[in-house]
């Protein structure tokens, strides 16, 4: 079945919900609003020190654990959980572990600005924010990628919940962030022209997901098949810092040069324990 004949279901956002908020400066409340559901997401710009963005981006691309990803994002230092036995991705996250910290240990590192920031705020509710483990293994802290990839989009529609569904990560405590939301996070550090943040108001129910043969993986979503559905479209620079509902469908559209970020995906698994993975 064409994907552009499948009419996509699931849940839409009323107008108050399906929009960013932006500030100057961090505002971790705003943060926590995502997380719990209270909205869609919140974009931070020029957050990220310029000596900052600097180091972490020279330290990424000189890091010798980088490696090349056919598709999109194009390289990458960490470890992808999307498609993938928790096994595998457990394994490559602990091969990775060092060099990720080398990159995100940079001084003045948004990484640890902004978990820091978190978990201060959610204290205040007697929650708090840790990586993922199983059986005493943890996932990636963070996952450092550039794009470069032609064509309408360098990173094609697609939705970060249905990838937590994966039956061979079963046991894999980021299952349990579904009955919660899920919140992506990027912080830009390198970012030329082009690139911007595309979001559609629809979150695809698992009848869309089995229609189109893509439960586990959340991908792709063809541009036909959304154009029913509002988009959002919002530029991204270097120094921004953003999060946002990833169970909503979203991509990023075609840019120039490099556009390199600091990313994670967090959410709640209980009412006192966010976790974040890659």
């Not at 994907?3 to 919900?17: N, T, W």
């Not at 029913?228 to 120039?256: K, P």
């Amino acid at each position: 079945m064409q994907q552009s004949k499948v009419r996509l279901s699931g849940r839409q956002a009323d107008p108050e919900f399906f929009r960013f908020e932006e500030r100057s400066e961090l505002d971790y409340g705003l943060v926590l609003d995502v997380l719990h559901g209270r909205r869609l997401g919140v974009i931070f710009r020029d957050v990220i020190p310029p000596a900052a963005r600097k180091e972490l981006t020279e330290r990424f691309w000189v890091s010798p654990a980088r490696q090349h990803r056919e598709g999109e994002p194009s390289h990458y230092v960490g470890a992808y959980h999307w498609n993938k036995s928790a096994d595998t991705y457990l394994r490559e996250a602990a091969e990775a572990a060092d060099h990720v910290q080398e990159v995100i240990d940079a001084p003045g590192s948004p990484w640890h600005t902004f978990r820091q920031g978190v978990n201060k705020a959610l204290r205040q509710e007697g929650a708090a924010l840790r990586v993922a483990e199983m059986d005493g293994r943890s996932a990636s802290a963070a996952l450092i990628r550039a794009w470069d990839k032609e064509g309408d989009f360098s990173l094609d529609p697609h939705e970060d919940e249905a990838q937590c569904k994966d039956a061979r990560q079963a046991g894999f405590e980021i299952q349990r962030v579904l009955e919660h939301d899920i919140c992506a996070v990027n912080m830009c550090t390198e970012h030329t022209a082009g690139g911007r943040l595309v979001i559609w108001n629809i979150r695809p129910d698992d009848a869309t997901r089995h229609a189109l043969g893509i439960e586990q993986t959340g991908l792709p979503y063809t541009a036909e098949a959304l154009a029913d559905f509002e988009e959002l479209r919002l530029d991204i620079r270097e120094g921004d810092v953003y999060a946002f509902n990833g169970a909503f469908v979203h991509a990023v559209d075609a840019n120039t040069g490099n556009r390199t970020t600091v990313s994670f995906i967090m959410g709640f698994t209980d009412a006192h324990t966010v976790v974040s993975w890659t």
